[in-house]
């Protein structure tokens, strides 16, 4: 395939060009079909062109596709609800927007308002958000300054300030980042591109208890990791299902591959006199023009709706249990082990077990061999491979795509 001359050159694409999608199955252009272990990268959790999704999209774009966010949007009252009630399961409200960056864009700002709202003792307004290495909350200037990896950053300084990164799973280092200035911890249930590293329920309860001692909000990034991805309608409740977030930002699986995403505020007072915490970003505070259009919501609360009458998270839970046990029953020498929750795993490759082509790290390398053989996953830092199907992935279908994955490591030998 040829580098389009207008296209600008962002992303490192595969040699190939996708033509059509039925279910966990993919097309190219030549026809050849692929085992979808990808899924938009956990994005169309119920699989490619699924009849709940196309009905709704066909009955809402004959009625209403978008108006404005100056009136009431036919679907938000309804969707927010849902989220609210059925997935957090915690007093809140809902924002709607169309990208994960974009939701965590804006639990960054809220916990600035908070921070302003909740000075410092001395009455300095704080402002800082403290994350952890190797996660990923997106690539605008604000996502990307919150995320602890130094390669998304390169060029783009001076990066927006008010974030420092903390090793991960680490109390004591937490407990000695916190300073004057610090308002809210940011993190993932698991950090997806970062190496599908998940948050150990000890340290994640620290992190609860940290937030309650300090006055800092508990701000979970749920856009790769939440609607039932992990186990459980949201990836913290996988973990830890006593812990209360302040803020939390999801998108991906919410819309099932069409563009959106949401952050939800608790309604918990945040001083004496009862204020609720979702009360401090009124008119004017935050906005979107595409954000939670009739057209997004309809489809949204299809698929959400399907999610839950399936009780897609529990099948997630038992499927992904599967495929640990498979891969790592298979005892092949180039297989660490494997990581993550659900239906978010990650394949821990050995690196010493590689002889790569210039420029590609092993995850890359094993992620290529996967296409070549019919099977499309995608890699999550250097040397670990993510496998993200949709949710509702048949299981002989899912067995035929750990075929072709043993049968593309099988062929890897350790030096």
């Known amino acids: 395939?040829?580098?389009?001359?207008?296209?600008?050159?962002?992303?490192?694409?595969?040699?190939?060009?996708?033509?059509?999608?039925?279910?966990?199955?993919?097309?190219?252009?030549?026809?050849?079909?692929?085992?979808?272990?990808?899924?938009?990268?956990?994005?169309?959790?119920?699989?490619?062109?699924?009849?709940?999704?196309?009905?709704?999209?066909?009955?809402?774009?004959?009625?209403?596709?978008?108006?404005?966010?100056?009136?009431?949007?036919?679907?938000?009252?309804?969707?927010?609800?849902?989220?609210?009630?059925?997935?957090?399961?915690?007093?809140?409200?809902?924002?709607?927007?169309?990208?994960?960056?974009?939701?965590?864009?804006?639990?960054?700002?809220?916990?600035?308002?908070?921070?302003?709202?909740?000075?410092?003792?001395?009455?300095?307004?704080?402002?800082?958000?403290?994350?952890?290495?190797?996660?990923?909350?997106?690539?605008?200037?604000?996502?990307?300054?919150?995320?602890?990896q130094k390669k998304i950053q390169v060029e783009f300084d001076p990066l927006l300030v008010g974030f420092r990164y903390v090793d991960f799973n680490d109390k004591d280092a937490l407990r000695a980042a916190l300073r004057k200035e610090t308002c809210g911890i940011l993190l993932e249930a698991v950090q997806g591109e970062g190496g599908v590293n998940p948050v150990d329920a000890d340290f994640l309860r620290e992190v609860a208890a940290l937030c309650r001692e300090h006055d800092l909000l508990l701000m979970l990034d749920e856009v790769q990791c939440g609607f039932a991805r992990c186990g459980a309608m949201m990836g913290w409740q996988a973990v830890c299902p006593d812990v209360r977030p302040d803020l939390i930002s999801c998108a991906k699986g919410i819309g099932g591959g069409f563009p959106m995403g949401c952050f939800w505020v608790s309604n918990r007072a945040i001083n004496p006199e009862g204020t609720p915490l979702s009360s401090i970003m009124g008119p004017g505070?935050?906005?979107?023009?595409?954000g939670g259009t009739p057209l997004a919501c309809a489809v949204s609360k299809a698929v959400v709706s399907e999610m839950l009458r399936l009780n897609l998270a529990a099948r997630a839970k038992k499927l992904g249990e599967r495929?640990?046990?498979?891969?790592?029953?298979?005892?092949?020498?180039?297989?660490?082990?494997?990581?993550?929750?659900?239906?978010?795993?990650?394949?821990?490759?050995?690196?010493?077990?590689?002889?790569?082509?210039?420029?590609?790290?092993?995850?890359?390398?094993?992620?290529?061999?996967?296409?070549?053989?019919?099977?499309?996953?995608?890699?999550?830092?250097?040397?670990?491979?993510?496998?993200?199907?949709?949710?509702n992935i048949p299981e002989d279908v899912l067995d035929e795509g750990l075929s072709i994955l043993h049968g593309v490591l099988s062929q890897l030998s350790c030096k």
């Open 1 to 148: 395939m040829e580098k389009s001359e207008y296209v600008l050159g962002t992303y490192g694409r595969a040699p190939i060009q996708m033509d059509r999608g039925e279910g966990s199955y993919l097309y190219d252009t030549t026809g050849k079909r692929y085992v979808d272990f990808c899924a938009g990268i956990a994005t169309c959790c119920l699989g490619h062109c699924h009849p709940v999704v196309v009905e709704a999209l066909e009955k809402q774009a004959r009625r209403l596709i978008h108006c404005s966010n100056l009136y009431g949007v036919p679907g938000q009252e309804e969707l927010a609800e849902l989220i609210v009630r059925k997935v957090v399961g915690i007093d809140g409200r809902v924002f709607f927007c169309n990208s994960g960056a974009e939701a965590n864009d804006g639990i960054i700002k809220v916990a600035r308002r908070f921070g302003h709202r909740r000075p410092a003792a001395d009455g300095s307004p704080r402002y800082e958000v403290l994350t952890f290495l190797k996660s990923f909350h997106g690539r605008t200037l604000g996502s990307m300054a919150a995320t602890g």
């Open 285 to 290: 505070s935050h906005g979107s023009t595409f």
């Open 323 to 391: 495929v640990k046990q498979v891969v790592e029953g298979w005892q092949l020498p180039c297989v660490e082990k494997v990581r993550g929750l659900g239906l978010l795993r990650g394949v821990a490759l050995r690196p010493d077990c590689f002889t790569l082509p210039q420029g590609k790290t092993p995850a890359a390398y094993v992620n290529d061999l996967c296409r070549e053989a019919g099977l499309l996953t995608c890699p999550a830092g250097a040397d670990t491979l993510r496998l993200i199907p949709a949710l």
